[in-house]
């Protein structure tokens, strides 16, 4: 099946609860003078370039646009390098930053064979919805992740052989109670950014002109708010969307997010633990299966009304929580955010209400369409092509095996003591022993042809050489600290 197959039902469906934004997608392009094509590299960054509508057309969607693959991380070597764009014109959306341009999410193509290329993060997920539907489990997997992120007014870092630093700054930053320029008070306190209003929460306008711009882009948004943490943490909630489609908004978001920051002299980051010593920025991930329109993971007589069905999914998780971190919480900078004492779902439990539990099950309603599991340890850092699909992966794994979750946790698992505390296990410690995991454990990412051999050792490769590698041979300024004088 190819991918236009697979996303069909995904699209068609998102376009007839949405007449109105599908009819001014087609006016957009009636408009429009430009189409920019954009895709995501393997690390999870979107890619785009642009052409004029004049080179859009019938034949150009069907024959994709050429590039080169070997400039892409992750893709191609240069002897290899050519490759194929395929744009989904259901992606299709208004570019808010770009005049008179229309934008479309593709994926990529070997021009030779005519195939599609298996190390491109979008087809994995179309190939992770399309093995869904073949297992016979459920239809589709609605999923809901919750990024947080910072918008900072200015940041600077660098790296050389004598010296490295960075330096981030925001007005609302608690560290600038004592500051002497445009010091009005009213400083966000240390863990204290949760809910304040204005004057305090200084971005309020600007999250609502983040909103604005994603529903006018055909994202559905729930609600905004600051975060936490000080110096401008915040989040604005997705409604819940088929998998594909919500991985797609993703990567919309991140890039309307970035662009009004930006547009308003500030830096948006997604960076998973920026301050030291406080929260950092999470991807709480909602997930549901369904199938001929009920919710698989309700029942109403069981543990917080979940089915043994959501039960398994959750086993699934939970056994391969060491190997998917490498996927979901993938930089080394993850590893600063999954400590304890921070909220941080370290702990490898599953819990109603508990926020220290890798998996809660929300209980703000008891509706059986809004009965779902929250993965709470990934963080928006991950490629969510990747990460999305490697949690269908391991919850399928976990029904199919009937993997049991073991009883849930109520207690406030930093509390516990002793053997209590040495039952519960956690994820790694750091990017290597994750990368390590899933080198140990991704067979069940293999089932389907989902991921590939190729995609997951050149996916380890990468990490080890460009991040794991480069930041373990660095000095880190607090070793100063620690030893210059030693």
């Not at 069909?8 to 957009?28: P, T």
């Amino acid at each position: 099946m190819s991918p236009e197959g697979m996303t069909k039902f995904i699209d068609e469906e998102h376009l007839k609860s949405r007449k109105e934004f599908a009819d001014s997608l087609r006016h957009g392009l009636d408009t429009a003078k430009f189409v920019d094509m954009k895709f995501t590299d393997m690390p999870g960054i979107w890619q785009h370039f642009t052409v004029p509508i004049s080179e859009f057309n019938e034949g150009s969607i069907s024959r994709g646009f050429g590039f080169d693959g070997s400039s892409i991380r992750g893709f191609k070597e240069i002897y290899e390098s050519d490759m194929l764009l395929m744009p989904d014109v259901k992606t299709m959306f208004t570019d808010p930053f770009s005049d008179s341009t229309v934008s479309m999410i593709g994926s990529i193509k070997e021009p030779e064979t005519g195939e599609f290329f298996s190390r491109d993060p979008r087809y994995v997920a179309q190939k992770a919805e399309a093995y869904l539907k073949e297992t016979g489990i459920a239809e589709v997997g609605h999923y809901g992740p919750e990024l947080e992120f910072f918008i900072f007014d200015s940041v600077r870092y660098d790296q050389r052989e004598n010296c490295g630093y960075y330096y981030i700054d925001s007005n609302e930053g608690a560290w600038n109670t004592g500051s002497e320029a445009n010091n009005l008070g009213y400083k966000t306190r240390y863990k204290e950014g949760y809910f304040p209003v204005p004057p305090t929460d200084t971005l309020q306008n600007i999250r609502n002109e983040i909103v604005t711009t994603l529903i006018r882009s055909g994202i559905h948004i729930e609600c905004h708010h600051h975060e936490v943490a000080t110096g401008g943490q915040c989040e604005i909630d997705m409604g819940y969307s088929p998998m594909v489609r919500m991985a797609d908004q993703v990567m919309m978001y991140k890039y309307i997010i970035r662009n009004i920051a930006a547009k308003h002299g500030k830096s948006a980051t997604f960076m998973p633990k920026p301050l030291f010593n406080d929260n950092g920025s999470g991807m709480h991930t909602h997930m549901s299966l369904w199938k001929k329109g009920k919710n698989l993971f309700y029942d109403k007589d069981g543990y917080a009304m979940l089915s043994e069905t959501a039960k398994y999914y959750i086993g699934g998780l939970l056994e391969h929580a060491p190997a998917l971190c490498g996927l979901i919480a993938p930089t080394t900078n993850s590893y600063k955010r999954l400590v304890p004492g921070f909220e941080a779902p370290v702990n490898l439990v599953y819990s109603k209400r508990n926020r220290s539990a890798a998996i809660r099950i929300p209980m703000y309603s008891n509706s059986e369409n809004a009965k779902r599991i929250e993965f709470r340890t990934p963080d928006p850092s991950a490629n969510v092509y990747l990460a999305f699909s490697a949690m269908l992966m391991a919850g399928l794994d976990g029904i199919k095996r009937k993997i049991d979750p073991g009883e849930p946790l109520e207690k406030n698992i930093y509390e516990l003591e002793g053997k209590e505390l040495e039952s519960v296990k956690s994820v790694p410690g750091s990017l290597a022993e994750s990368i390590s995991a899933l080198e140990n454990d991704h067979d069940f990412l293999l089932h389907g042809k989902v991921f590939t051999k190729d995609l997951i050792e050149t996916w380890i490769g990468y990490k080890r050489a460009k991040e794991i590698d480069p930041i373990r041979i660095r000095p880190h300024p607090w070793e100063f600290n620690l030893y210059y004088d030693l």
